[in-house]
Each structure stands twice: as structure tokens, then as C-alpha cells.
């Protein structure tokens, strides 16, 4: 099928077959998609993954062959479809408690969510002025003030998560967590166009660039071009 590539990365259980299929867009440009591949990597569970390359004339109409929203990420179980990178999130969290993907603490998973909430509906200037381009390094920029506000927020959240947590781990909830996989893309976006941070927000941006699941991410990323 031109434009798709189905790569098979772990098979589990049903006879042979993959229990998750995740489809996502391009790995160079689909920061929607990063969030749950990067999760499903960082807490071990296995899956297929369809990737549909994005900015081509077909895009559209091969994503809505396999997605009921016409949009990637989706997530197809053994028992259902989920689309939605949040959504996706949140469903693995359920189906897998053991792992742990929120903290025990009840403000603390609040306080997650919150953060991720915010992600996931914001930061809109830095979306369109600094578009995902993976591995790729520009010369800096000087943000517009519109995109400089939203670096200064995500600086903010990054700053006081990391302080607040930081008796129970190096993450933004202390432990490795849906938070950390919501705000993966921006450490990319921050790389590639030179966006100097304070030094706690530079330690936790290497750390999760250096993480196994972004690595391997990045190698997916640099084969297509």
C-alpha cells in the first residue's frame, strides 16, 4: 500500500497475533504519534506499528482507511480502538496498573494530568512557528513572543514539576510517567531550533533525549529521510 509500512516489532498472545497495533503518522514530523509510541516503549508493552507517511497527496485518505477519526495516533486492542494520543495514554494506564504509568499519589496523578492536560490543548504558536522535524538542527531563532511565553510555561512546568517530585526520581512526577511521554516532542522541537533552557529544564530535556525509546524513535526516524 503506497504511503504505509507495517513494521512488526513484538507479537504476543491471540495465536500469534500482535495484542496492540499502533498506527502513527511520519516519525519525523507526527509528535502526536511520538507520545504513545514513546510510552509504549518506556513501560515494555509490546506492539505492531503501522506508519503512515504524512504530507503526501494520499496521507488523508490512507489514514482514513485505518482511523475512525481520520487522525493519528490509534491504537487498536484486542478489545477495542482508541484514538487519541491522551486518550491512548490513559486506556494503557488502566489495562496495566501494575506498571505504574501515574503515580500512587492521588494529587500527584492530578497534578499529572493537569500538566498533560495543558499540552495536549496548548502551547499553539509554538506548534505552528516550530514544527517537529526529528533529529534535524536548524540555527537558532529568536522566538516570536507569542512561541517565547509558551517556552517560558513549559520551562515552568518542567521547573516546579521537577522540584516538587524530586525526592522520588529525576522525572517530571519523580518516576517515568504519561507526563514525561506527553512532553517528549518539545524536547525535540527545543533541539532542532537551538532554544537555549535554564539549566534544570537542559538536564531534563538531555535526559529524556537520551532515553532508549527516543533513541530508537530517532533511528526510525532518520531511515526515512
Not at 516489532?9 to 509528535?31: E, P
Request: aromatic residues 10%.
Amino acid at each position: 500500500m503506497l504511503g504505509v509500512t507495517l513494521i512488526a516489532l513484538a507479537l504476543t498472545g491471540n495465536g500469534g497475533r500482535a495484542v496492540f497495533h499502533l498506527i502513527i503518522g511520519t516519525k519525523r514530523y507526527s509528535t502526536w504519534s511520538l507520545r504513545p509510541w514513546f510510552l509504549m516503549k518506556a513501560f515494555d508493552i509490546p506492539f505492531e506499528e503501522t506508519i503512515i507517511k504524512l504530507r503526501q497527496d494520499e496521507t488523508v485518505r490512507e489514514i482514513r482507511k485505518l482511523s475512525p477519526s481520520g487522525l493519528v495516533p490509534v491504537l487498536r486492542a484486542d478489545e477495542m480502538t482508541v484514538t487519541d494520543s491522551l486518550a491512548i495514554a490513559e486506556y494503557l494506564a488502566d489495562r496495566f496498573p501494575e506498571k505504574q504509568m501515574w503515580p500512587e499519589d492521588r494529587l500527584a496523578r492530578a497534578h499529572g494530568r493537569m500538566i498533560c492536560a495543558e499540552m495536549h490543548s496548548g502551547f499553539q504558536a509554538l506548534r505552528q512557528e516550530m514544527p517537529m522535524d526529528f533529529g534535524s538542527n536548524f540555527d537558532p531563532v529568536k522566538p516570536s513572543p507569542q512561541v517565547q511565553s509558551n517556552i517560558d510555561r513549559i520551562v515552568a512546568i518542567w521547573s516546579d514539576a521537577l522540584s516538587m517530585y524530586r525526592a522520588e526520581g529525576p522525572w517530571l512526577l519523580g518516576q517515568l510517567s504519561i507526563a514525561d511521554a506527553m512532553y517528549a516532542p518539545v524536547v525535540s522541537r527545543f533541539r532542532s531550533y537551538g532554544i537555549r533552557l535554564p539549566a534544570p529544564a537542559q538536564n531534563y530535556a538531555e535526559q529524556v533525549w537520551h532515553h532508549p525509546a527516543m533513541k530508537e524513535w530517532g533511528q526510525g526516524a532518520a531511515l526515512e529521510g
